[in-house]
């Protein structure tokens, strides 16, 4: 009976060590399934973190061209506005200019003639006092 109940201590011995031997190996597994899964998250977290950074980045460009098109739009409104004004101003001032120029042509035509009048009266008062002169 000693030697069954000693066996029967052993068999249950052997069982505990087994299981704990067993829970142990599982523990381990579980562990190292567990690193492996941190190890995943965090390069998952890295790789969100810079999916996001180049997200803000893009953002961030599209806006600024998004911007600067807005104010090359406003500028080139202004810049036709301006135009639109120096070019009525300067046909205006071309408009005067050649009005200006026609008067005078005018003038100078009537001064010629009025000098062309007075040399002609001129003229004829020389010959008229050679006339006299000589008779």
């Known amino acids: 009976m000693y030697n069954q109940?000693?066996?029967?201590?052993?068999?249950?011995?052997s069982t505990a060590i087994q299981l704990y031997l067993k829970e142990k190996a599982d523990?381990?597994?579980?562990q190292v399934k567990c690193a492996?899964?941190?190890?995943?998250?965090?390069?998952?977290?890295?790789?969100?973190?810079?999916i996001k950074e180049k997200y803000k980045q893009r953002l961030h460009e599209e806006r600024f061209e998004l911007c600067f098109l807005l104010h090359i739009d406003s500028f080139l409104d202004y810049s036709?506005?301006?135009?639109?004004?120096?070019?009525?101003?300067?046909?205006?001032?071309?408009?005067?200019?050649?009005?200006?120029?026609?008067?005078?042509?005018?003038?100078?035509?009537k001064?010629?003639?009025?000098?062309?009048?007075?040399?002609?009266?001129?003229?004829?008062?020389?010959?008229?006092r050679r006339q006299l002169l000589t008779r």
């Open 5 to 13: 109940a000693s066996q029967s201590n052993e068999n249950q011995s």
């Open 27 to 30: 523990n381990q597994h579980w």
């Open 36 to 50: 492996t899964y941190q190890q995943k998250l965090e390069q998952l977290q890295k790789n969100y973190e810079s």
């Open 80 to 109: 036709r506005d301006l135009f639109g004004r120096t070019k009525i101003k300067y046909l205006e001032h071309i408009k005067n200019v050649q009005k200006d120029l026609n008067e005078t042509r005018k003038l100078l035509e």
């Open 111 to 128: 001064d010629t003639e009025l000098k062309s009048n007075q040399e002609s009266a001129y003229q004829q008062l020389v010959d008229e």
